[in-house]
């Protein structure tokens, strides 16, 4: 129970307020909307560059724990989109996007908030390792395969250029690539630049939190019940769970083997509804999607930190 209350609750207050105040008319859907820009384009941009820039790589960038983590999120992609085309009679690339769902975990906005108040900010090591992977490899595999549904046939040179226009066209990417430049090259930052980029990696996360309980609002839950369900159980319970197994058959210490397992455990993030809405497909899946496994979350992680050691 002190988990729940210590930890999580916290957390989840704040979306909680962002929702509350959409919901109530005391903030707009346009702030909002405004607000998430400055949190996805500039505030966690500052924080990820910041961690990244300073990181020691050779120990965060531990082989188990990037094998851990993205072995068992390419499993769930597979379960989700194959789940999704044989379990419910979707087409591909109704599925690909259901499937991306089930790829993509919040591990900015609820991994790092989390994992940060149950363990400390030093903890945070081994989150920004996979933070520095997750984009690219998500959107890279849920683009390729959406790419593949719609175009059978070999992989083209158009289809690659596309690939990597959605990777590397991203704030957040762009931010993590500069901050492992900026650590490889052994640049130090002044100090005001360092002061500023500190200032903004603190509203970071609070205002990103914020802003997502107000983009919540706007998902209405409706239809789609069975996908929506299955993708609550691969993120929430099968994905920790093939992090669990791997981590532990891999030998994986004990501080990545909690990160990549907590951050594994998260909700998807709204990067799933983004990308159902860039293609046009099984939007009311990833909206709900989003939203219900985000409050049953609220459980299931208070359930995962009594167990991880």
Known sequence: MQALLDVILPVFLVIGFGYLAVWRGWFSTAGVDGLMKFTQNIAIPCLLFKALSTLDLQQSFDWRLLTSFYTGAFCCFLLGMFGARFGFKRDWQDSVAIGFCCLFSNSVMLGLAITERAYGAAALASNFAIVALHAPFC????????????????????????????????????????????????????????????????????????????????YRPEGDMRPIIMVVAVTLIVHPSLVWMIGSSLDLSAAPFRSAVLTSAMAPGINTYVFANMYNRAKRVAASGVLFSTATSILTVWGWLHIIP
């Open 139 to 218: 959107y890279g595999v849920g683009i390729t395969a959406m790419e593949i549904a719609r175009n059978p046939g070999p992989l083209s040179w158009s289809l690659v250029k596309t690939i990597l226009k959605a990777m590397f066209n991203n704030a957040l990417l762009i931010a993590i690539l500069l901050g492992l430049v900026v650590n490889i090259s052994g640049m130090t930052l002044p100090t005001v630049a360092s002061d500023a980029l500190a200032m903004m990696a603190r509203v970071a996360l609070p205002t990103a939190l914020f802003a997502m309980g107000g983009v919540l609002y706007q």
